[in-house]
């Protein structure tokens, strides 16, 4: 029904930045909520950042200030700028998507992942 693919993932040392995009195709009405999760290596899948249709977002408390959520309503698409990125960073993220389908019927989608790794 409805598919989400990231893009941007990749190797970086610290400090660096690094951009996220993730778009949403396929049986769309209304997207109410897009951003990003992330899932390290024996960690549990925490929040980074989303940002609802309203222009609300919302941040993990390790990313604030230095990751910025952007939404493309027009492409249906949602980006992650990640700036002076740490070895902590280092995560698969996963593009999450709260979406109508009609006016009344919605449910949540993921992504695939794309793998961040940030060392030296």
């Known amino acids: 029904q409805v598919q989400l693919v990231e893009s941007g993932g990749g190797l970086v040392q610290p400090g660096e930045s690094l951009r996220l995009s993730c778009a949403a195709s396929g049986s769309i009405f209304h997207i109410v909520d897009m951003g990003w999760y992330r899932q390290a290596p024996g960690k549990q899948r925490e929040l980074v950042t989303t940002l609802n249709s309203g222009g609300g977002t919302k941040y993990g408390d390790s990313v604030k200030g230095r990751f910025t959520i952007s939404r493309d309503n027009a492409k249906n698409s949602v980006y992650l700028q990640m700036n002076s990125l740490r070895p902590e960073d280092t995560a698969v993220y996963y593009c999450?998507?709260?979406?109508?389908?009609?006016?009344?019927?919605?449910?949540?989608?993921w992504g695939q992942g794309t793998q961040v790794t940030v060392s030296r």
């Open positions: 999450y998507g709260r979406i109508y389908h009609t006016a009344t019927t919605w449910d949540d989608y």
